[in-house]
Nanobody
Framework: VQLQASGGGLVQAGGSLRLSCLAPRAITSVFNQYTIGWYRQAPGKQREFVAA????????PYADSVKGRFTISRDNAKNTVYLQMNSLKPEDTGVYYC??????????????????WGQGTQVTVSS
């Protein structure tokens, strides 16, 4: 099962992008039960937690580095989770991945808690 991440691109510092994470048909009937997380990986660095959202949107933890700039949301009717990224910085550059935690109750920042992953979408922020 592979989620589909999209919306990446090249943007200048201070700009905005909105990423989307679409559930594949195989899990659309249960997508609204899953926590969804966003991670990113810069060249030469480990994959790091960005944000997550609980099944009903009631819990949305963020990494300290993106608080106040990024907003995660979901539309279960469209089987999609969004990551609105504002005030982008060059250090936000990386491949952004979305992932589904099919067992958890509360959103977790731990990479090992996530079961299904997407292929990633490249975000490049120029200075």
């Amino acid at each position: 099962v592979q989620l589909q991440a999209s919306g990446g691109g090249l943007v200048q510092a201070g700009g905005s992008l909105r990423l989307s994470c679409l559930a594949p048909r195989a899990i659309t009937s249960v997508f609204n039960q899953y926590t969804i997380g966003w991670y990113r990986q810069a060249p030469g660095k480990q994959r790091e937690f960005v944000a997550a959202i609980s099944w009903n949107g009631g819990s949305t933890p963020y990494a300290d580095s993106v608080k106040g700039r990024f907003t995660i949301s979901r539309d279960n009717a469209k089987n999609t989770v969004y990551l609105q990224m504002n005030s982008l910085k060059p250090e936000d550059t990386g491949v952004y991945y979305c992932a589904a935690d099919i067992h958890g109750v509360a959103p977790s920042p731990l990479l090992r808690e996530y079961d299904y992953w997407g292929q990633g979408t490249q975000v490049t922020v120029s200075s």
